[in-house]
């Protein structure tokens, strides 16, 4: 693999260093930068300025790529989102999550939604940023016409507006083909997440691990775990090629949990085996 891509890591992974010590913020950018990532993607600014953001990403030398930054809080004040990741100069304004009202699985919230995510996406693209979706696997629903949901929701709503943000976990377990759906959104995916797990058997509640627990796991036999990029079940040559010939821009580690590993080891692990890879 000749060509690559630049690496980031979004720091939601990185929470429990941050959360509750937002000065360690620069300990841990300058532990990222060391581990050989380009750029970052915040996930909240854990009460520091934006102005103290830009700075420390500045001196250590990452880029800050993207924000993820909740639908309620753009629906809030969308102005104050913009003009503060504006000055950290973040590109992509990303929506993380979707609220169960709104998912495909219900037809008329789904409906009502795609309008406000419009609205959204065009007073970001008109500040100059650009608005990017990231899924999970719930996205993945066939709707009465026999289309995924996620690819009506992307057929419904201008580029310029909303582009992915693939998560290549979530679309694996739901349909198992990241790499088709990187192919069918060239020219518009700029941002591709790397997420590894494992999964065996029957599991009903694979939110439990992110802290969401909006699902019974009565009778779940099996099991559901999130890895570092290269210690699941991912096959990642077939989709890095992908991200490569569809034009995106960024790829970037996320890994929700870590169980009793490190969180900054995950980061390694993730790391050197893209390494490995060439990238």
């Not at 929470?15 to 750029?39: H, I």
């Not at 993207?66 to 104050?80: I, T």
């Not at 219900?106 to 970001?124: A, D, H, S, W, Y």
């Not at 990017?132 to 929701?153: I, P, Q, S």
């Amino acid at each position: 693999m000749s060509k690559k891509l630049p690496v980031g890591i979004q720091v939601y992974g990185l929470r429990d260093l941050l959360e509750n010590t937002p000065e360690n913020f620069k300990n841990v950018m300058e532990q990222v930068k060391a581990l050989g990532y380009d750029g970052v993607e915040l996930a909240g600014l854990y009460g520091l300025t934006p102005e103290h953001v830009k700075e420390v990403l500045d001196e250590v030398g990452l880029v800050p790529i993207s924000a993820h930054v909740a639908f309620a809080e753009m629906m809030e004040d969308l102005d104050q989102v913009i003009a503060d990741y504006k000055k950290i100069g973040v590109q992509y304004l990303v929506m993380p999550y979707m609220a169960e009202e709104y998912r495909p699985v219900n037809p008329e919230g789904f409906q009502k939604f795609l309008p406000m995510l419009n609205e959204v996406g065009k007073k970001i693209h008109d500040a100059g940023m650009t608005f990017l979706y990231h899924n999970h696997d719930f996205e993945f629903v066939k709707m009465a016409d026999g289309k995924w949901g996620y690819d009506v929701m992307f057929e419904s709503i201008p580029h310029d507006n909303l582009m992915p943000e693939l998560d290549t976990c979530w679309c694996d377990v739901a349909t198992g083909d990241a790499p088709g759906f990187i192919k069918k959104y060239a020219g518009r995916i700029p941002v591709i997440h790397l997420k590894d797990y494992i999964k065996k058997g029957e599991v009903k509640n694979m939110y439990k691990l992110i802290g969401i627990d909006d699902e019974a796991s009565d009778g779940d036999s099996g099991y559901f775990g999130l890895r570092p990029v290269g210690f699941g079940q991912m096959i990642w040559e077939p989709i890095l090629e992908a991200g490569l010939g569809a034009g995106t821009n960024w790829v970037i580690v996320e890994q929700d949990e870590h169980y009793e590993v490190d969180p900054l080891e995950c980061a390694r692990r993730s790391r050197e085996y893209l390494k490995i890879l060439g990238w």
